[in-house]
């Protein structure tokens, strides 16, 4: 049986899933969105297994599937597929004026921007088979419960650009960012549109990622403890001011990190 936290979700949003009643050691394959989605049992014997689907930004409205396959205890294989409805997000569009060099890099910035894409592309490819993270996740900002932005499409200077993938807490340079939740730093670096960039690896497809910091306070390879101090905020790369931009992305696709605090995986 397949239960998920809701039947739809809007563009950025975030489901949980549970399968049950399949034996304990059963192997299961799930897709999403053209992706193979990473499944866990808490305890090997366990017989439930969690998911959690996210639904990115860009995702075109509408029924999408979850297909699911395995083998059934007749050794024929069993395919299911779990509709999800998808919903418009309500996103505002924002115009902002930011330096001439954000909007229009020269050819050597473009080069930088898309070596560091492709860090990230492969960052977010990497799948570590276990769960880095233990309870739960939460603001990276001491006192803060809400920030704002999230899904808002860009006009930069009068061009249009891609939609804010991420949740933005707006406090002063020198305040201090911790992660969100257990994990692996798997960057820790100065980017050209984030700026001093942090992203953190807590298993199972699920990175949170930390930009525009003034310091760095971690290496890539540390792990870290929910809470553990990983930089301060800043106004590095691409910003009209000091705050902190927080990024969660489940599996590649980017949805707003907020929803991991109030869903528990
Ligand atoms: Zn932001």
Known sequence: MVKLSAVSAVQGGLLLAEISGVKAGTEISAEWADRATPIWRETPSDATLHALLGVDLDTAPGQKEWKLSWTGADGNAVVCSVPVIVRAGKFATERLQVEKQYVQPDPEQLKRVEEEQKKMQAVYDTITPEALWKGKFRVPLQNVTTGGNFGRRRVLNGEARSPHAGVDFPAAAGTSVFAAQAG??????????????????????????????????????????????????????????PHLHWGLTINHARVNALQIVQRQP
């Not at 798997?186 to 953190?200: E, F, H, S």
């Not at 990622?209 to 800043?234: M, P, Q, R």
């Open 184 to 241: 692996k730093v798997v960057i820790a670096q100065n980017m050209y549109y984030p700026g001093n960039t942090v992203v953190i690896d807590h298993g199972f497809g699920i990175h949170t990622l930390y930009a525009h910091l003034s310091e760095i306070d971690v290496h890539a390879g540390d792990s870290v403890e929910v809470g553990t101090e990983i930089g301060k905020v800043g106004a590095t790369g691409r910003v009209t001011g």
